[in-house]
């Protein structure tokens, strides 16, 4: 198989290519939501500190 | 053995224990799907009905396989935690919600994909189809409800409860192949006698199914660690990690 026939899919490279990608976008997704919340949540309590601190 | 069980159940060491997993977990993953990707995308032959379309499948029905698996974990979790009370099982089936929704969603789109050009439709009201979507909208319901309810055990239970009444839906999805005619094609894997499937493809197959699987574990257990710090955010351990960031 040539590397033009593997992206031709056969003729059904929308629809192939498609799914693909749309896999990609949910599984990254899954993996930075998490990543971004545990930076907010870090943040939060790192921010309470501070101002814990600053009443003492 | 049932002293590390009984750590894993404190919040405090799951959360570094699973931290130590994460990125071994991620690696398995990575090769998984890696080698399945290769051999499903260009070493397995066409299909010979359906040509080079059928190799959405190897998206499709794993994703389609985690939906369920998600679902009857998220059940389960909430049920150990409805019964004894274990803080880490709540946390486990909420983590669980989100991930399974995706999942979810991911199946009936790539499903939709495939279904145009085979079926020459995007979508049809058939037995198979409409219960996922179902499914779909149970795990957006465990979700609504969770961020409903403000006190996060009296989110939980409620979630619980409505998981566990919602697992009647998986084997009508399962069976639905069965027990109606729709437009879906029956299992070719997962029945009692040998798959009716090309051993050159359902090799791929089965790696993806296993990648999709670690992938699970890998982000749930991200997950897991983001609610455990927001539920133990007042605790000692929390604070000085929020202190040495």
Request: glycine share 6%; proline share 4%.
């Amino acid at each position: 198989m040539t590397t033009a026939e593997f992206f031709h899919m056969g003729g059904y490279a929308f629809y192939v290519w498609t799914s693909y990608g749309l896999t990609l976008i949910v599984l990254l997704a899954n993996v930075l939501s998490p990543l971004r919340q545990r930076r907010k949540i870090l943040a939060d309590l790192a921010r309470r500190e501070r101002r814990e601190r600053k009443l003492k | 053995m049932w002293r590390f069980f009984h750590k894993l159940g404190s919040p405090k060491h799951f959360y570094r224990i699973a931290g130590a997993w994460i990125p071994w977990l991620a690696l398995f993953c990575a090769g998984f799907m890696l080698v399945g990707l290769y051999l499903g995308l260009w070493v397995a032959p066409p299909d010979y009905q359906q040509g080079e379309s059928y190799r959405i499948m190897y998206v499709h029905v794993p994703a389609a396989w985690m939906s369920l698996f998600i679902y009857v974990v998220m059940a389960g979790a909430g049920a150990i935690g409805l019964i004894w009370h274990m803080k880490l099982a709540e946390v486990m089936a909420i983590s669980s919600a989100h991930i399974g929704a995706s999942f979810t969603f991911l199946a009936l789109v790539t499903g939709s994909i495939w279904g145009k050009p085979m079926w020459g439709t995007w979508w049809v009201w058939d037995a198979r189809l409409t219960s996922e979507l179902i499914l779909l909208f149970l795990y957006l319901g465990v979700i609504a409800l969770h961020n409903a309810v403000e006190d996060k055990r009296t989110a939980a239970r409620a979630t619980s409860i409505l998981a566990i009444v919602g697992v009647v839906n998986i084997p009508i999805i399962h069976y639905s192949v069965e027990w109606w005619n729709t437009l879906h094609q029956g299992p070719t894997v997962t029945k009692f006698d040998a798959p009716s499937i090309d051993v050159r493809m359902l090799i791929p197959l089965l790696l993806m199914a296993v990648a999709f699987k670690l992938f699970y574990a890998v982000v749930v257990l991200m997950r897991a660690r983001c609610e455990i710090l927001q539920r133990e955010r007042n605790t000692q351990w929390v604070r000085q990690l929020a202190g040495e960031s």
